[in-house]
Antibody, heavy 118, light 107 residues
Framework: EVQLVQSGAEVKKPGESLKISCKGS????????IGWVRQMPGKGLEWMGI????????KYSPSFQGLVTISADKSINTAYLQWSGLKASDTAMYYC???????????WGQGTLVAVSS | DIQLTQSPSFLSASVGDRVTITCRAS??????LAWYQQRPGKVPQLLIY???TLQSGVPSRFSGSGSGTKFTLTISSLQPEDSAAYFC?????????FGQGTKVEIK
């Protein structure tokens, strides 16, 4: 059974750094792209970027390039999303998801809620 | 970036109704379009990919059609559990992008 398990909710202050994780199981992790999607409170889905764990090829949305860093460690089947200086506007639910061969996300993590407040 | 515009943004329909949601792309994307359902407080789920291919396990009352710049998601007979937000996504050109969403309410 394919599963993506994300790290738990975080409460942070502006300016702090954060790294959230997404661990895959039930499939060959290194051979499927993993993506990150942001959903701000009450809003729609925003595609942030994707990584191919096999060779760490990454594609960012221009809207998120330079604001976040996507990485992966294929040895432990885990992808990451990190910030070096959080802002209140980063408050959102963040989903990781596996991209299928056609491009869309066929399996999703449960989401990680990030709250940034002073 | 390719912009996706969904219509309507909100619709209210009765159980058993046929419901259609439209997604228009700012440029041609062939059939590289997917649809997702997100029930309140839940994780999005893939319904349809390649414009018209039903994801495994998705009820057959859901169907998709279209190519180029205009796509539709149809629910042939609306059920109570279909109360949700629906999003289209293009996977033709990076960055992949989502439509703004359509909220479906059951009357």
């Amino acid at each position: 059974e394919v599963q993506l398990v994300q790290s738990g909710a975080e409460v942070k202050k502006p300016g702090e750094s954060l790294k959230i994780s997404c661990k895959g199981s039930g499939y060959v992790f290194s051979t499927f792209w993993i993506g990150w999607v942001r959903q701000m409170p009450g809003k729609g889905l925003e595609w942030m970027g994707i990584i191919y764990p096999g060779d760490s090829d990454i594609k960012y949305s221009p809207s998120f390039q330079g604001l976040v860093t996507i990485s992966a460690d294929k040895s432990i089947n885990t992808a990451y999303l990190q910030w070096s200086g959080l802002k209140a506007s980063d408050t959102a639910m963040y989903y990781c998801a596996r991209q299928n061969a056609y491009g869309p996300f066929d399996f999703w993590g449960q989401g990680t809620l990030v709250a940034v407040s002073s | 970036d390719i912009q996706l515009t969904q219509s309507p943004s909100f619709l209210s329909a009765s159980v058993g109704d046929r419901v259609t949601i439209t997604c228009r792309a700012s440029q041609g994307i062939s059939t590289f379009l997917a649809w997702y359902q997100q029930r309140p407080g839940k994780v999005p789920q893939l319904l349809i990919y390649a414009a018209s291919t039903l994801q495994s396990g998705v009820p057959s009352r859901f169907s998709g059609s279209g190519s180029g710049t205009k796509f539709t998601l149809t629910i042939s007979s609306l059920q109570p559990e279909d109360s949700a937000a629906y999003f289209c996504q293009q996977v033709n050109n990076y960055p992949w992008t989502f439509g703004q969403g359509t909220k479906v309410e059951i009357k």
